[in-house]
């Protein structure tokens, strides 16, 4: 089979990446890219050997598939002569800066008929994948995803910068269950956003998980622990890590014992993954490792959030 030929809208700092991998991959053949600083589009354009181009529609017309990587408040504009000109996309997170952009969009993709798939690294993660596949019936989650403070992504705040990773997570852990209940607090610190929140969940299952993103942290955490009946996992995905830890029978001992099991994760770049499921999943018409639906879920979870957050700031003002 033919690679499928391959754009990227927005080379910045992740856009770069996505040209890279689909350079590299033998399922796709970059054949451009476009950004709205015509320097930074030859640039990278010419690391790869590629064509920069002057605007999206151009690129649409020229490409099966493409990365949107543009700040998300134009993802819709972006995405949109992509898909009129039926070129599966897959869209940095969030889908779009609000749920009714991001409705718009998926309603866009249904109608033209073609795949459109919202960037949530996370799933591809090997050692996520790994806890996946070794969970029977999660109860608990407990994830921290803490960052240094860069001076980029500042256009949104910490949830939809960092914590909707960790909300998509947990119905990828859990299951596509509804919301229950939350509870949320957070404050701006270094911004005029809010950039350190905690968020409690309960689903609909019965199941819970407690949240906290922050970029003003002095060290790098991406944790996720799951607790289920009879064990827990720990997965480190900063260093790509997996323990289950378990019950093991009591033996000569008066109690039993807790064995730790240290999973063997395979090393693979996520971004590599990802495109290569997106183009996998485009040649067969489908969106790939998170559905534009998907991604709105995520967004609408971290609105509502945000939302908490500032209602309580309010209050106490």
Known sequence: MKPLRAGVVGVGHLGQHHARVYHELDATRLVGVF??????????????????????????????IASVAAPTVAHEQAAAPLIDRGVA????????????????????????????AVGHIERCQPAIRALRERLTDPRYL???????????????????DLMIHDLDLCRFLIGDVSIRHLDASGTPALTDRIDIASVRLRFDNG??????ASRISLEAVRRVRVFEPGRYASCDTAR????????????DGPLPQVVMDQVDVPA??????????????????ES?????????????LALAIRDAIRAEQEEFR
């Open 35 to 64: 950004d709205t600083d015509r320097a930074r589009a030859e640039e990278i354009a010419g690391r790869f050997g590629v064509r920069a181009f002057d605007d999206p529609d151009a690129l649409a017309r020229e490409i099966d």
């Open 89 to 116: 996309v897959l869209v940095e997170k969030p889908i779009a800066p609000d749920g009714e952009a991001g409705r718009r969009m998926i309603a866009r993709a249904r109608e033209a008929g073609v795949p459109l």
């Open 142 to 160: 407990e994830i921290h995803r803490l960052a240094p403070f860069k001076p980029r992504s500042l256009d949104v705040d910490v949830i939809l």
């Open 207 to 212: 199941a819970a998980a407690n949240l906290t």
């Open 240 to 251: 790509g890590s997996l323990a289950v830890f378990r019950i093991a029978p009591a033996g």
């Open 268 to 285: 693979e770049e996520p971004l590599r993954i990802e495109l290569r499921d997106f183009a996998a999943a485009a040649a067969r018409g």
């Open 288 to 300: 790939g490792p998170c559905s534009g639906e998907e991604g709105l879920r995520a967004l609408e």
